[in-house]
T-cell receptor, first 115, second 114 residues
């Protein structure tokens, strides 16, 4: 069974600084997708970034970028120039491609941004 | 377009009762997935529907069931509620036949079982 592990329950970062959230996963599949979702307090979860396993290039979305290490099964999220609005729970997620696979989420990392 | 809506937003039920939660996806989206979110377990997949057919189901007891209507609206039902069913239930819709390419989440229904 696929598992997703986020070993940092909570993290904090100073405003304007850079922070990296860690995620590891376990799978026997070779083709899959990885995601980072953001859930602000009392607000809806939104997709931050998506990475396709067969693409070696790391995905980026403005201030958000990932470091995808397929062999190590590691998928970290880097947030640059942190803003107060980045404070949220961040969830790493995995799904195998092909067929109708369920999405597996990590337990989340709570990010605090300090003014 | 209006986002994913879930009703009710908050619900308090007693152990042993049953409950029905509703999810209206974004217009044009045919895939609806349900998740249970708890502090200890994180997000756990319940089931996914596409065009009224359940395509995948998570590891939940048979007390959890769902359905999807022809207009893509979905409902989930939990019978014989237990204290451990207290959670935030999230619904997510997708325009794609492969929902994992882009899921749009609703605000959730906070269920408290006493």
């Amino acid at each position: 069974a696929q598992t997703v592990t986020q070993s940092q329950p909570e993290m904090s970062v100073q405003e304007a600084e850079t922070v990296t959230l860690s995620c590891t996963y376990d799978t026997s599949e070779s083709d899959y997708y990885l995601f980072w979702y953001k859930q602000p307090p009392s607000r809806q979860m939104i997709l931050v970034i998506r990475q396709e396993a067969y693409k070696q290039q790391n995905a980026t979305e403005n201030r958000f970028s990932v470091n995808f290490q397929k062999a190590a099964k590691s998928f970290s999220l880097k947030i640059s120039d942190s803003q107060l609005g980045d404070a949220a729970m961040y969830f790493c997620a995995y799904v195998a491609s092909g067929g109708y696979q369920k999405v597996t989420f990590g337990t989340g990392t709570k990010l605090q941004v300090i003014p | 377009k209006a986002g994913v809506t879930q009703t009710p937003r908050y619900l308090i039920k007693t152990r042993g009762q049953q409950v029905t939660l509703s999810c209206s996806p974004i217009s044009g989206h045919r895939s609806v997935s349900w998740y249970q979110q708890t502090p200890g377990q994180g997000l756990q997949f319940l089931f996914e529907y596409f065009s009224e057919t359940q395509r995948n189901k998570g590891n939940f007891p048979g007390r959890f069931s769902g359905r999807q209507f022809s207009n893509s609206r979905s409902e989930m039902n939990v019978s014989t509620l237990e204290l451990g069913d207290s959670a935030l239930y999230l619904c997510a819709s997708s325009p794609e036949e492969r929902p994992w390419l882009g899921q749009y989440f609703g605000p959730g229904t906070r269920l408290t079982v006493t």
